[in-house]
């Protein structure tokens, strides 16, 4: 027999707030749309356990051994478990053996939890900000209040079951005749029944709605995050608690600047002129426009740094990254006469000593090909 405490992890003389406590925790930590189709066995034992342990007389029949989802499972031998004893000897004694347990079913239920996504761009992930998530789910039906009843009005006692929940009958078995019992028709197992049902939410308590909500983004956070608002999710059946919502979080690509951790990084092009000379001009960041000094002798794939304009760290006190600016230097690949001429001075007076280049595994200062060797390797 299944440990529904340990499934729930909750002691034995644990109270029924804190086995509710417990079943929000677990049904969560498993419901296979938050946790994945793989927990799927999980969530079902969590729930067969909530549904045992909430109920007071089911508790007691578990907690004497007896396994109210599995009858079979405390039985005698012969084929008869305790289930069917608890008829035979409830024909006799009053269903002292279980002939009336099963007690109504509360029409307040907690509502599950609902997961959707956010897209968000590069700037609201360097400096927080809020995003907009619609969702389609079941909230609190505003006519009734939750009630299920027009007006509010309270749902009256069962005629047929009189409030128990469950209907006993006689039936007829090789043994003889045997009473049973099973959810009133009726209520459905209430013990209640509503007399004029709201219209709106046909009794329920609630009604399906689509509804924006905003959701906090923090600075720096990564992508594929998930954040949890809680009470926004699924409200339950009878206008019971709402569950969670949990929003996964996708940052969206940016034409300018990708993110490695808390560094922004970007690619400006420059003649080779600048590059050779030196020159300052202006990039556009998320902090508005920024100047950048290019220093005289710059090689291709050099790096200029600008100090906190990356991305706010996360939990921090506002501290941020860097934002990286990688030189490509853009070669001409058409001189005229006279620019080829002078390029061609220029090799002589300045590249005459070179006569080969150095290779390694991996690129190191000393090895760097020199500029104006890469610009008549491009025009040669």
């Known amino acids: 027999m299944a440990d529904y405490y340990e499934v729930l992890g909750v002691d034995r003389s644990a109270s029924d707030d804190d086995i509710k406590k417990a079943y929000r925790k677990m049904s969560r930590k498993y419901h296979p749309d938050l946790a994945g189709p793989e927990f799927e066995e999980q969530y079902k034992e969590v729930n067969n356990a909530y549904e045992v342990l909430s109920d ?7 907690d004497a051994g007896v396994d109210p989802n599995n009858p079979n499972a405390g039985g005698f031998g012969g084929g008869f478990g305790m289930g069917d004893m608890g008829d035979i000897f409830g024909q006799f004694f009053g269903g002292a053996f279980g002939g009336g347990g099963q007690g109504p079913i509360p029409r307040t239920q907690p509502g599950r939890d ?3 996504s956010a897209s968000v761009d590069l700037k609201t992930v360097v400096f927080g900000g809020t995003a907009h998530v619609k969702i389609n789910t079941f909230g609190l039906c505003q006519e009734c209040g939750g009630s299920g009843a027009v007006g509010g009005a309270q749902p009256a006692t069962c005629p047929d079951c009189h409030g128990q929940g469950y209907m006993q009958k006689v039936v007829r078995t090789m043994l003889g005749q045997m009473m049973t019992s099973a959810p009133c028709e009726r209520c459905e197992g209430h013990g209640t029944i509503i007399p004029n049902p709201c219209p709106s939410c046909m009794g329920h308590g609630r009604v399906r709605t689509t509804r924006t909500v905003g959701v906090t983004i923090p600075a720096g956070i990564s992508d594929n995050s998930r954040l949890r608002l809680a009470n926004q999710g699924e409200v339950g059946e009878g206008g019971g608690a709402a569950g969670d919502l949990y929003i996964d979080v996708r940052i969206k690509a940016d034409k300018q600047y990708t993110r490695n ?15 050779v000379l030196g020159h300052d001009l202006q990039i556009e960041t998320f902090d508005g426009a920024k100047n950048v000094t290019i220093p005289a002798g710059c090689q291709p794939e050099d790096t200029v740094t600008l100090k906190g304009l990356g991305v706010t760290r996360l939990r921090s006190n506002g501290e941020r990254g860097d934002l990286v600016a990688h030189v490509a230097v853009r070669i001409p690949t058409k001189l005229s006469d006279e620019e080829r001429d002078l390029i061609e001075r220029f090799e002589a007076s300045h590249d005459a000593d070179a006569t080969h280049v150095a290779q390694s595994s991996r690129p190191t200062a000393g090895a760097k090909k020199g500029f104006f060797s890469k610009l008549k ?4």
């Open 56 to 62: 007071p007389e089911k508790r007691r029949m578990y």
């Open 261 to 275: 951790g808390d560094d922004l990084h970007c690619w400006i092009q420059v003649p080779m002129t600048w590059a």
């Open 377 to 380: 390797d491009a025009l040669s």
């Open 114 to 116: 609902a997961l959707a």
